[in-house]
């Protein structure tokens, strides 16, 4: 009886996380326009005040450019988060968002990619 008790036990902690899901989708858009980068995430949740995305990420030519802690989920599975950036066609644009039961994705995006016209002088 011991031993049952002791698969169970284990049987139940190794599968304490299955109920978790990392993000499903993350897709990067920018609005040239309202400089504004879209960061559309995918990440079905039941509960969104318990398991949702807790921390995005966002870098800028390799750097850190902003960090964003989140403690809830705005909707049960896709929802935009937008960010105030001034992106140039040659920056590079990378978002890493954190599932808060485990997981992560990654997703890219270049000046190039975004369609960003050329400055004029009015720009500056």
Same mark, same amino acid.
């Given at each position: 009886?011991? $031993?049952? $008790?002791?698969?169970?036990?284990?049987?139940?902690?190794?599968?304490?996380?299955?109920?978790? !899901?990392?993000?499903?989708?993350?897709?990067?858009? /920018?609005?040239?326009?309202?400089?504004?980068?879209?960061? *559309?995430? !995918? =990440?079905?949740?039941?509960?969104?005040?318990? =398991?949702?995305?807790? $921390?995005?990420?966002?870098?800028?030519?390799?750097?850190?450019?902003?960090?964003?802690?989140?403690?809830?989920? %705005? =909707?049960?599975?896709?929802?935009? /988060?937008?960010?105030?950036?001034?992106?140039? %066609?040659?920056?590079?644009?990378?978002?890493?968002?954190?599932? $808060?039961?485990?997981?992560?994705? !990654?997703?890219?995006? *270049?000046?190039?990619?975004?369609?960003?016209?050329?400055? !004029?002088?009015? *720009?500056?």
């Amino acid at each position: 009886m011991k $031993r049952v $008790r002791i698969f169970i036990f284990i049987f139940l902690l190794s599968t304490s996380g299955a109920m978790a !899901t990392p993000p499903a989708k993350l897709i990067l858009s /920018y609005d040239a326009k309202e400089r504004v980068l879209n960061i *559309d995430i !995918t =990440h079905p949740s039941i509960d969104m005040s318990e =398991h949702f995305i807790r $921390r995005i990420v966002i870098y800028k030519n390799g750097e850190q450019f902003e960090q964003v802690f989140l403690n809830k989920q %705005p =909707h049960p599975y896709q929802y935009v /988060y937008p960010v105030p950036l001034d992106l140039l %066609p040659n920056d590079k644009i990378s978002v890493k968002v954190y599932c $808060r039961e485990g997981g992560a994705k !990654t997703a890219a995006l *270049d000046g190039e990619a975004a369609a960003i016209p050329p400055m !004029t002088e009015k *720009d500056y």
